[in-house]
């Protein structure tokens, strides 16, 4: 008998998110991105799973039960965002002089987005989600009090699969023994993963 301690989770780490450059036939090209932007502004992440469970019966039992995800929702509490993405996210168009002009019907922008999991004891899970588009966003906001409250948002962003198989996340934890030793945030951050080609040429192989 082995037992396992797993590590809990402590906090949400920072966000990451890079424009994809369509294709020039404007679709969604995977292996082009834009400079991946890093903002430390995070709350909290809320995760969705938004999929079908098929039982298949075979003999007059259980046989398997087949699952597919179609997409992943998450819900982004953020103390702020940059409103220059924010306005791209959302498909809003931006007038010489600096007039927001949005609402009208369109299609929004794909991008990667990734976040950081920190774990209780120094451990870390790095999470890609290659295609993204925004959903949704709140803008609320409340008057003043004598002490200061923060004002937090919630960015909704729906994740895609993104290959023929109907992959959506690429990630690392390292809580397994395969996860390189030199392996850091900023190396897996660097650009979205796509590929394993994509992640083998950040790290090295563990020895």
């Keep these: ?39 430390e502004v995070v709350k909290s992440i809320g995760t969705t799973e938004n999929g079908d469970s098929v039982n298949v019966r075979a003999s007059g039992k259980d046989y398997a039960t087949m699952n597919q995800t ?17 306005i791209k996210m959302r498909g809003d168009t931006v007038s010489e002089n600096g007039l927001i002009t ?9 991008f990667a987005y990734g976040k950081v999991v920190k774990k209780v004891g120094g451990g870390v899970r790095y999470d890609w989600y290659p295609k993204c588009q925004l959903v949704e966003n ?13 004002q937090t948002d919630t960015v909704t962003i729906r994740c895609y699969a993104f290959d023929d198989k109907g992959n959506i996340k690429n990630s690392v934890d390292s809580e397994l023994e ?7 945030e900023e190396k897996f951050f660097t ?10 040429a950040v790290v090295s192989p563990v020895i």
């Design 138 to 150: 709140t803008d609320d906001i409340e008057t003043s009090e004598d002490e200061f409250s923060e």
């Design 1 to 39: 008998m082995k037992t396992k301690k797993p590590m809990m989770k402590e906090t949400v780490g920072a966000q990451y998110y890079a424009f994809n450059t369509p294709s020039d036939d404007g679709n969604v090209d995977l292996s082009k991105y834009e400079d991946t932007v890093k903002t």
């Design 70 to 86: 179609s997409n992943v929702e998450l819900a982004i509490e953020v103390i702020a965002f940059p409103p220059e993405d924010l």
């Design 102 to 110: 949005s609402g009208a019907a369109g299609e929004r922008p794909y």
């Design 191 to 200: 650009k979205p993963i796509v590929t394993k080609e994509d992640y083998d």
């Design 178 to 184: 395969s996860f390189p030793k030199d392996l850091t």
